[in-house]
């Protein structure tokens, strides 16, 4: 949670890499927590598989789309 305006904000990185093939499930937040977690959208074209390799592909043709497009047009679709 962010903290609240004119306090120092502390965080940590913290990198969580399964395998590619690993099923990642869902975390529901409690109700109150919902309203403060932002970055998620609920755009259609942007949907979180529970696979992380098809997550992180995903990810990435989006973030590179010239890349992919030059390289592995296949996946452009």
Known sequence: MS???GEDRISFPFF???R???SIPE????EELQVEAR????DPSNILHPIFGENS???RVRAHPNV???HHPHLMS
């Open 16 to 18: 969580y890499a399964p």
């Open 3 to 5: 903290p609240p305006e």
């Open 27 to 30: 975390v529901k937040l409690p």
């Open 39 to 42: 970055g998620v959208t609920q």
């Open 68 to 70: 992919v497009e030059a």
């Open 57 to 59: 592909l995903k990810s």
């Open 20 to 22: 590619l093939d690993a």
